[in-house]
């Protein structure tokens, strides 16, 4: 059984920064990359961040607009995927997701993403 469950989200000011966690169990070891989405009130899921999972170099991927505010990172050994989100602002407002993907390329697309956790919500206040 494979799961995915994040934590870190809250309610945070403008300017400032939550870190997400996202622990994988499971058959974790046919895992390719995994991606962080978001999905704002009203507004479809958007792809935020995706690393690597295997490989011993790390590679990341990043919308435009979280350049330079948002790092993902990974601990194999615990399993886990960060999301460090610095410089927050109102617009960031949504609940975060984790997914895991057993296929390369398209790690921007959600129909690529084979699990996918639960959610946590993240708000920042104006």
């Known amino acids: 059984q494979v799961q995915l469950v994040e934590s870190g989200g809250g309610l945070v000011q403008a300017g400032g920064s939550l870190r997400l966690s996202c622990a994988a169990s499971?058959?974790?070891?046919?895992?390719?990359?995994m991606g962080w989405f978001r999905q704002a009130p009203g507004k479809e899921r958007e792809f935020v961040a995706a690393?690597?999972?295997?490989?011993?170099?790390?590679?990341?991927y990043y919308a435009d607009s979280m350049k330079g505010r948002f790092t993902i990172s990974r601990d194999n050994a615990k399993k886990t995927v960060y999301l460090q989100m610095n410089s927050l602002k109102p617009e960031d407002t949504a609940v975060y997701s984790c997914?895991?993907?057993?296929?390369?390329?398209?790690?921007?697309?959600?129909?690529?993403?084979?699990?996918w956790g639960q959610g946590t919500q993240v708000t920042v206040s104006s």
């Open positions: 997914a895991a993907k057993t296929s390369s390329s398209d790690y921007e697309k959600e129909a690529s993403y084979d699990y």
């Open positions: 499971g058959r974790t070891f046919n895992y390719y990359a």
């Open positions: 690393i690597n999972w295997s490989s011993r170099t790390t590679y990341s």
